[in-house]
């Protein structure tokens, strides 16, 4: 009746229509397609560790969505229930499908150019007399053959374009000092820093002064990178995301690039900073010198790379200075330095971040790196074994490039860094060669006595600045302009690099071989990388000036042989090189060393050479010719005293050896377990498992955690003293010294009663630290310490960290042969139970001279390529991580993966 509600009915009736089956169908088909889609994109192609559970749950909601949408229309009449449901859920899977049609736009915007760059089949391009053929073998290693060098080269940079081109771009962007017309304003200090470099304009002069040959070479190379783009315009990830394009590459960028390789292995103007900020903190320069160990403090019994009858034998010593001693530099330092204050501090702290962000980090130990070559006296085969590990910053992608060039002058493979058209480390048909870092000293900063911000003073005589107005490009900004200040001595750092204490009216300039106008440096990597024998080979080596890296070379002839070379400055008698110096005409460099003179040595009577960035001369050579860092020998003392065990090495030998992982810095800590003394039975227990270790540091050892930690908290007993606890401050050679020597006054500063008291606190510290019992295991050494091989771009973006960030579990410590030297703080150890290395063995290869296209293999992380969305981005990151390497070899025929032929393009 009217106004009676009806009464509802409830009962299901099966659905009879056809209609809302077949859209049913079409929903469900069309939502696995999409699924399906999303899945295998961002899961299989980026391998960005993380997404997948993010997108399975996607997967499962699409699907849920279409089972409920199917339960509730399997009804004719629907209660308000189920009518919520199928509103809901339908809303759910729109937005889904909205999500899933996003993500796909994001698909095509991003990964669709670069897997349309072309990398198979014909490509014409002009700038080449005849066909090309470039081969990617199935583990990524570029193979060009070309029936000239220049064509050869020209395909060279056409490839590492291909492979590398987000990385060219960001090295010429710094090389340039244009980071902050990428990046934003927060680099807009490192642009300056960089610019007061001149780089760019030093690096056309070195350009113009080379050869006509050198200079069709580089020119055919910049071509190479250019044609590329021009062809495949900026296809990586990163343009797309920064909103760029790749700008054109010029010959200069090549020797740009090169300065800043040779500024971040020549570090001792870190030094001389660090030693000059601890003197305006007011440390005494007598504990300051204690800090940092020169030449004249190595070990008498360590290893040097050059013996001493050997020494004796092969160099001209009459023509030396008749003294040997070590040159000190006075007890006392005069320098009104300015207060630091906070914000100084703040400025100088965020300078050195953005410097350690881009690759150059100034306060770092020199990168470590080993090498070896061992006679044919010594071998299996009779003929030498020779072995390079190059010990690089950690990074995504990496700074070397696996290629292989063959051409009419020569066939080489081995290690390329990206814009220098040069193998740095492999082989060719006749020699072998590698390089690790010296140590040498031939940067020093000069103190000036500055009269106005345009004159200055030199013994009296009033000079004047050269002031170049320059402008720095800032994203979303105004252009900033700054004013670049040079001396006869050259560039004025401190105008725009903040260093702490420094006078306005007494600033720094920066003296170093790099940034004068001519250099012939990558002429002598060209032509030591064609030599055919050691005669050819040293003679290349007259060209270089700097970097000062020590170099080993092995030929078929059977010679083995050692060299540094470099301009090796030498200072006046007042002038140690170890602090900023009074700019006066007396304490600028007097000449460089002779040829002749600098480190090297050819066939050693021990029939081997080891280089572990150990001291290079024996305590006889002249002081007075070079300042030497080093580091400590325990890497160079095992590498020796392996290869001194035996005379039948083979190839598997000297690859263990680069996989070896004993600290023999354990042994020699013992004494300070040994007289520390614990109430507590965990205490003892742990302490008596170290006494009975034998050093062993692989990635599982749990053993090395409990070490590592106590180790970790003992080292910042010197950063007590400077009051500052940043990584810098964990110098091994230092607290070893000081217990030696029983010297209790650092830790009773400190608040303790003796260091060894110290030292017992810090080992119960390091137990509490992993909830260590008598009986529990602590977690292994490889979990809590990774090899970070980080993107210098999305490693600044969390959400995005993954796309470009590889890690790997990793063993050993700064004093293994296969390295794990880590950073730390003690915040980030205790809140993070992490620490990751910042360098480690970024390029190895092991080549045997008796039939090096069979036996020999390298290996590099994570892979040959530049593009995260490739394979190659990270095929060899597992290789490298478990010590396997790959072929090193140009017969490649049967593990090829890609055939391109670049042809000439008709006009």
């Given at each position: 009746k009217e106004g009676k509600p009806m009464k509802q009915n409830y009962a299901y009736e099966p659905l009879n229509q056809k209609a809302p089956v077949k859209r049913l169908v079409v929903q469900v088909v069309a939502t696995m397609i999409f699924a399906i889609i999303v899945y295998s994109t961002f899961v299989m192609v980026p391998k960005c560790y993380g997404f997948e559970t993010v997108l399975l749950l996607v997967v499962v909601l699409l699907i849920a969505c279409m089972l409920l949408i199917l339960l509730c229309e399997s009804r004719r009449k629907l209660p308000d229930l189920f009518n919520?449901?199928?509103?809901?859920?339908?809303?759910?899977?729109?937005?889904?499908?909205?999500?899933?049609?996003?993500?796909?736009?994001?698909?095509?915007?991003?990964?669709?150019?670069?897997?349309?760059?072309?990398?198979?089949?014909?490509?014409?391009?002009?700038?080449?007399?005849?066909?090309?053929?470039?081969?990617?073998?199935?583990?990524?290693?570029?193979?060009?053959?070309a029936d000239s060098e220049l064509d050869a080269m020209f395909a060279l940079g056409y490839a590492t374009?291909?492979?590398?081109?987000?990385?060219?771009?960001?090295?010429?962007?710094?090389?340039?000092?244009?980071?902050?017309?990428?990046?934003?304003?927060?680099?807009?200090?490192?642009?300056?820093?960089?610019?007061?470099?001149r780089l760019q304009e030093r690096s056309q002069s070195a350009f113009d002064s080379q050869p006509k040959r050198m200079k069709h070479i580089i020119t055919a190379y910049v071509k190479g990178?250019?044609?590329?783009?021009?062809?495949?315009?900026?296809?990586?990830?990163?343009?797309?995301?920064?909103?760029?394009?790749?700008?054109?590459?010029?010959?200069?960028?090549?020797?740009?690039?090169?300065k800043l390789l040779s500024y971040s292995t020549s570090n001792n103007i870190g030094f001389e900073i660090k030693r000059f900020e601890l003197l305006a903190e007011g440390l005494s320069k007598e504990l300051v010198d204690s800090f940092f160990p020169r030449t004249g403090d190595y070990p008498i019994n360590s290893p040097t790379i050059v013996q001493l009858s050997d020494y004796l034998e092969q160099f001209n010593t009459s023509s030396f200075p008749n003294s040997r001693k070590a040159k000190r530099s006075s007890s006392s330092f005069n320098y009104p330095f300015e207060k630091v204050n906070s914000d100084n501090k703040e400025k100088r702290e965020r300078f050195l971040k953005n410097l350690d962000m881009i690759g150059l980090p100034l306060f770092e130990e020199n990168t470590y790196s080993n090498g070896w070559v061992i006679g044919g006296s010594k071998t299996e085969s009779n003929y030498p074994i020779h072995c390079n590990d190059p010990h690089e910053p950690m990074q995504s992608p990496s700074e070397w490039m696996l290629v292989h060039i063959d051409c009419p002058d020569y066939s080489v493979i081995?290690?390329?860094?990206?814009?220098?058209?040069?193998?740095?480390?492999?082989?060719?048909?006749?020699?072998?060669?590698?390089?690790?870092?010296?140590?040498?000293?031939?940067?020093?900063l000069y103190i000036i006595n500055q009269s106005d911000f345009e004159h200055y003073y030199v013994d009296g005589e009033l000079l004047e600045y050269d002031i170049k107005e320059v402008s720095i490009e800032v994203k979303d900004d105004q252009n900033k302009i700054i004013l670049v200040r040079s001396t006869i001595f050259g560039p004025v750092l401190s105008d725009h690099f903040p260093i702490s204490g420094v006078s306005e009216n007494l600033p720094l300039a920066l003296k170093w071989p790099s940034i004068e106008k001519t250099d012939s440096t990558l002429l002598g990597f060209y032509e030591m990388m064609k030599s055919r024998n050691y005669d050819e080979w040293r003679k290349a080596q007259k060209h270089i000036i700097a970097p000062i890296l020590s170099w080993t070379f092995a030929d078929i002839e059977g010679n083995i042989a050692f060299s540094a070379p470099g301009k090796y400055p030498i200072r006046s008698d007042s002038h140690d090189g170890l602090y900023p110096v009074v700019a006066t005409r007396d304490n600028i460099w007097k000449n460089y060393i002779d040829f002749e003179n600098v480190p090297h040595i050819l066939n050693p009577q021990q029939d081997f050479v080891v280089t572990c960035n150990n001291r290079m001369m024996p305590q006889e050579y002249p002081e007075q010719y070079y300042i030497h860092s080093f580091t400590q020998a325990y890497r160079a003392?095992?590498?020796?005293?392996?290869?001194?065990?035996?005379?039948?090495?083979?190839?598997?030998?000297?690859?263990?050896?680069?996989?070896?992982q004993k600290n023999l810095l354990v042994e020699e800590m013992k004494f300070i377990f040994?007289?520390?003394?614990?109430?507590?039975?965990?205490?003892?227990?742990?302490?008596?498992?170290?006494?009975?270790?034998?050093?062993?540091?692989?990635?599982?050892?749990?053993?090395?955690?409990?070490?590592?930690?106590?180790?970790?908290?003992?080292?910042?007993?010197?950063?007590?003293?400077?009051?500052?606890?940043?990584?810098?401050?964990?110098?091994?050679?230092?607290?070893?010294?000081?217990?030696?020597?029983?010297?209790?006054?650092?830790?009773?500063?400190?608040?303790?009663?003796?260091?060894?008291?110290?030292?017992?606190?810090?080992?119960?510290?390091?137990?509490?630290?992993?909830?260590?019992s008598a009986t529990n295991k602590p977690p292994e050494w490889g979990s809590v310490h990774q090899a970070a091989l980080r993107h210098h771009i999305f490693n600044e973006v969390d959400m995005l960290s993954c796309l470009g960030n590889r890690f790997a579990h990793w063993g050993g410590s700064d004093a293994t042969l296969n390295p794990g030297r880590y950073r730390y703080t003690l915040e980030q150890l205790e809140n993070d139970k992490q620490v990751y290395m910042p360098s480690g063995p970024s390029y190895r290869h092991c080549?045997?001279?008796?039939?090096?296209?069979?036996?020999?293999?390298?290996?590099?992380?994570?892979?040959?390529?530049?593009?995260?969305?490739?394979?190659?981005y990270d095929n060899l990151l597992k290789k490298w991580t478990k010590g396997e390497y790959i072929p090193m070899s140009w017969d490649f025929k049967e593990r090829t993966h890609s055939y391109m032929y670049l042809r000439p393009k008709k006009l």
């Open positions: 919520c449901i199928k509103m809901g859920t339908y809303v759910l899977w729109v937005v889904m499908m909205l999500v899933s049609i996003g993500i796909i736009s994001l698909y095509f915007v991003f990964l669709v150019p670069t897997f349309s760059i072309q990398n198979h089949g014909n490509v014409f391009v002009s700038g080449i007399s005849s066909n090309v053929s470039v081969v990617k073998d199935r583990d990524g290693v570029i193979h060009i053959r374009a291909q492979n590398r081109l987000w990385q060219l771009e960001f090295q010429r962007l710094t090389a340039n000092g244009l980071l902050s017309s990428v990046l934003g304003p927060k680099l807009e200090e490192t642009d300056a820093f960089l610019k007061t470099l990178i250019n044609r590329f783009i021009e062809m495949e315009g900026s296809p990586f990830v990163e343009f797309k995301l920064l909103g760029i394009k790749a700008g054109q590459f010029k010959e200069a960028d090549v020797f740009a690039w090169g081995g290690a390329n860094i990206p814009l220098l058209p040069v193998v740095l480390s492999g082989h060719s048909k006749h020699i072998s060669f590698g390089v690790t870092v010296s140590g040498a000293d031939n940067q020093d003392a095992q590498a020796t005293k392996l290869i001194s065990e035996s005379d039948d090495i083979h190839l598997e030998d000297v690859i263990q050896m680069q996989l070896n040994e007289k520390m003394e614990f109430s507590h039975k965990r205490e003892n227990k742990w302490k008596s498992t170290i006494l009975d270790w034998n050093g062993e540091m692989d990635a599982t050892s749990r053993i090395s955690t409990i070490f590592e930690t106590w180790l970790m908290y003992l080292k910042y007993v010197q950063a007590g003293i400077v009051k500052d606890y940043s990584p810098k401050w964990t110098k091994v050679g230092y607290l070893l010294d000081i217990f030696r020597k029983n010297d209790n006054s650092v830790c009773v500063e400190q608040g303790y009663d003796s260091c060894i008291q110290f030292a017992e606190e810090c080992f119960t510290k390091a137990l509490d630290l992993w909830h260590m080549v045997d001279l008796s039939n090096e296209n069979e036996l020999s293999k390298f290996i590099l992380p994570p892979g040959n390529s530049g593009n995260v969305f490739s394979y190659f």
